[in-house]
């Protein structure tokens, strides 16, 4: 019997890859969007359903909907997310709640609807796509670096709650990919990058670096194939990096102590 697997934020960059992959290999696939005439998503295979997760109603219309046409929900994958370009002297209140609101709030409001579901079949996987960067900071980024510590703490803690459900959650560390994350899923404050701005050197400096990272990037692949081996090995990882900076800095992150470690991305970034 094919696995129920429910993606949010399947429209573009890693969550498309990740639908496109699991249905071609059979998967049961639905995949979120917040478009909700449905038309920004379509990939063979992969059912379209309307989840906003800023909002409560039309998630749990959403995981209703696949609940009445499966039977349940076998896998979650919380990939929903996008990032806060502000120098965290001129973040607002909406930017810092709006970041929060989709990458982690989010995050919290479709699993609580997926879990009594898993909880009653005693069996189901969340795995949340995280960043390397919810393990080490970089300058101008805190504020999606905060989101993404949170998910950690999320995957960590909840791993307890759901042992005596046979619940497995886990976390995959994105790297740097080529996607649409620069160009759709990148929200800047105007004052960071004004010309008036405080921070226009390390604006100047620092931008270029992680969008040529990202643009010119490599496909989100790695990312779908990931998701893919966590769903069926029972013994996979609790935390899976995935990309040239995952796996160089999160690596380098536990080798060394934190002054080291910090002195070291001060050098690779020019900062």
């Keep these: 019997m094919s696995k129920v697997v429910l993606i949010t934020g399947a429209t573009s960059g890693m969550g498309k890859k990740t639908a496109a992959l699991l249905a071609e290999e059979g998967y049961r696939v639905y995949g979120g969007t917040r478009d909700e005439s449905l038309s920004n998503l379509s990939i063979d295979g992969v059912v379209p359903v309307y989840l906003d997760v800023t909002d409560s109603y039309s998630i749990k ?22 990032g806060l370009l502000s120098a965290v002297e001129y973040g607002s209140d909406k930017e810092m709640f709006d970041q929060f609101n989709v990458n982690v709030f989010g995050l919290l409001r479709v699993t609580r609807e997926v879990l009594p579901h898993m909880r009653e079949a005693r069996s189901g996987v969340v795995i949340n796509i995280s960043s390397f960067l919810g393990k080490m900071g970089l300058p101008l ?18 791993r307890f709650e759901t042992v005596p459900f046979g619940i497995r959650v886990h976390s995959i560390q994105s790297g ?26 390390l604006v100047s400096h620092f931008v270029p670096i992680v969008a040529e990272a990202i643009n010119g990037g490599p496909d989100p692949e790695p990312i779908a194939l990931a998701v893919k081996s966590v769903i069926e090995n029972e013994d996979a990882d609790i935390f899976v990096p995935v990309g040239k900076e995952a796996e160089t800095f999160i690596s380098m992150r536990k080798e060394m102590d934190d002054k080291s470690f910090e002195m070291r991305v001060k050098e690779i970034f020019g900062i």
């Excluded at 219309?61 to 996008?82: F, M």
């Excluded at 980024?141 to 909840?158: M, P, Q, R, W």
């Excluded at 759709?184 to 701005?197: F, H, I, M, P, Y």
């Design 176 to 201: 740097l990919f080529g996607t649409n994350f620069v160009k759709k899923g990148l929200a800047t404050n105007s004052d960071t990058v004004s010309e008036d701005s405080a921070y226009k050197d």
């Design 61 to 82: 219309k959403a995981v209703d909907r696949v609940v009445e046409s499966e039977g349940r929900i076998d896998v979650l994958v919380n990939n929903a997310g996008y």
């Design 141 to 158: 980024l805190a504020h999606y670096n905060a989101t993404k510590y949170a998910v950690e703490g999320i995957t960590d803690s909840l």
